[in-house]
Nanobody, 126 residues
Framework: QVQLVETGGGSAQSGGSLRLSCTAS????????MGWFRQAPMKEREGVAF???????TYTDSVKGRFTISRDNAKNILDLQMNSLKPEDSAMYYC????????????????????WGKGTLVTISS
């Protein structure tokens, strides 16, 4: 059974840092594109950061220079280091993975993701 389990959410003050982790099981996550999405109340879910099997990364503009996505293929773990956090980063963060694509343009699109975690809440206070 495929599972993606996020950990590391919580509360922080503006300017602070948090690190999210996603542990994948039930499939060989290292073969596929993975990433993070987030959804704030009353807003649509948006892509945050993505990484392909070669380690190439993409970020949404609002987090560039502040967030870093990384993966440990041996352990099937995906991380998101979030620095210089802002109140507008507050959201439920979801780990996601493709079941078909290692990378390419579809890596970063919601319709390219087949597996989803249940999410972890991040709350940033000003």
């Amino acid at each position: 059974q495929v599972q993606l389990v996020e950990t590391g959410g919580g509360s922080a003050q503006s300017g602070g840092s948090l690190r999210l982790s996603c542990t994948a099981s039930g499939y060989t996550a290292s073969r596929y594109c993975m990433g993070w999405f987030r959804q704030a109340p009353m807003k649509e879910r948006e892509g945050v950061a993505f990484i392909d099997t070669n380690g190439a990364t993409t970020y949404t503009d609002s987090v560039k220079g502040r967030f870093t996505i990384s993966r440990d293929n041996a352990k099937n773990i995906l991380d998101l280091q979030m620095n210089s956090l802002k109140p507008e980063d507050s959201a439920m963060y979801y780990c996601a993975s493709s079941a078909y694509y290692s990378g390419g343009p579809i890596c970063g699109r919601q319709d390219g993701m087949n597996y989803w975690g249940k999410g972890t809440l991040v709350t940033i206070s000003s």
